[in-house]
């Protein structure tokens, strides 16, 4: 949404098609919702409650949305025939940008509008989008997503890492029969529409949720992968509430903003747990601004504590006054905390938290701890130890000013490169030759085995002819030999 918000506010008619109803949105985008059915809404809850439950892995992920989960690639297949949906055949566009979800087969939306299609992959680049771009993994130095791993990787992460993408790449095989029946049932009478594996060598432009010479790793990327990493942060914070504003305005020590997020209610984390966290912060000389659902059962009141419903969660962090994040550790808050150059100390839960923050503690933004089993002094000693130790305030500005370094802001990037693929009618100039090669041809393989057979004709031939000579001369030899004996 930030993307397509990027677009209005240049001034392009933007129509979105979206199964959720959007929290960016802009006055001049038009919005088609079209939600999933309740039943199907049902299966998706059941699952996320399972995987809530544990801790997953991607590839744990992945093979669910291939089984149980599989009604979120089948919902995606039904909004194409949806009369709602049908009605954009009417209007003429441009251009489609395809957000990516395991849903290939809605490509064909584009070769049906005919105008160039840009692939949004939303997260960093992967096996997936190097697939879509012709772009080379390169497995000996480039970690795949489902591992974290610092460069240069040693034997073991190595091999791991090749283990990892050929699992990828069998699940690919896997997912790609499941698309390809979705797109058969839907399109598969449609004589004037080449097969899946044709549309998807049309794509343009993919873009991706990174920044790579700020947050690693350093791999290659071919000219058709543009990177929009931070297209969710506002270039320039806005003013915030005046109570806010006001609080942190005369936070002369500091503030510290604690939120845990949407999913997670501060109000059903166990109360000794909510006491603990009282306890602590109302010790502190900084003030703290807590996101807290229920005002009229807060933890405790204390003056230099501010509660909150609601609150702007990306123009808190941007004031010069915050000190300290603490957060559930989902990857919106930690990129607009990283954003600020504010440190954090993270609580996670559930679901990718956990891993969030290892990664964050790991690349040196703060402390972690387990929500489910901090104590007073934990607790105490992990804000005490953020807050006064410079390093983590040190390495989390350092990184800000990596980040915000670049020629064009993300979002001045997503217009850019699209009004480029608008004024070169679907720059295929740009596109990687890569993407129309044969795995074999790709990798090679064709010309290594001409060049084997050459050199093994030729060790073949060479000592076909060495024991032709080496029996004639030995036999002379032994003829020699033998009239001496004589
Ligand atoms: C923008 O697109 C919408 C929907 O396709 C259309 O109804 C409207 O006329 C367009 N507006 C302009 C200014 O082109
Ligand atoms: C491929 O994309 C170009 C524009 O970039 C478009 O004109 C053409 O129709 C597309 N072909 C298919 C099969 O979608």
Redesign the pocket.
Known sequence: MSTAKALAEAGHNVTVVSMMKPKVMHKDIHLIVIPVTEEQQRSIEEQMAIMAGRKNSVLDTMSRFLNSLDVMIDSQADVLTDPRFLRIYETKFDLMILGYFLNDFQLAV??KL????ILDGLMPPNFITDAFAGNPSELSYVPHMATIATQPMGFLKRTENLALHLFSKYMSTILESKLNHNYEKIYGGDKN??SLK??RK?I?LVFTGSHLISEGPIRPLVPAIIETGGIQVKDKPDPLPEDIGQFLNKSTQGAVFLSLGSNIKSSTVKPEIVQIIFKVLSGLKENVIWKWEDLDNTPGNVTNILYKTWLPQDDILAHPNTKLFITHAGKGGITESQYHGVPMVALPVFADQPGNAAQMERSGFGLALDLLTITEDSFRQALKEVLENDKYSETARKFSTLYRDRPLTAKQTVVYWTEYVLRH????HLQSPAVHMSFIELNNLDVYTVIASIVISFLLLARLVGKFLWSKLFAKANTSAAKKNQ
């Open positions: 584009a070769a005919k105008v160039p299609v529409l080449p044709e549309l049309n343009t009618r679907g720059a295929p």
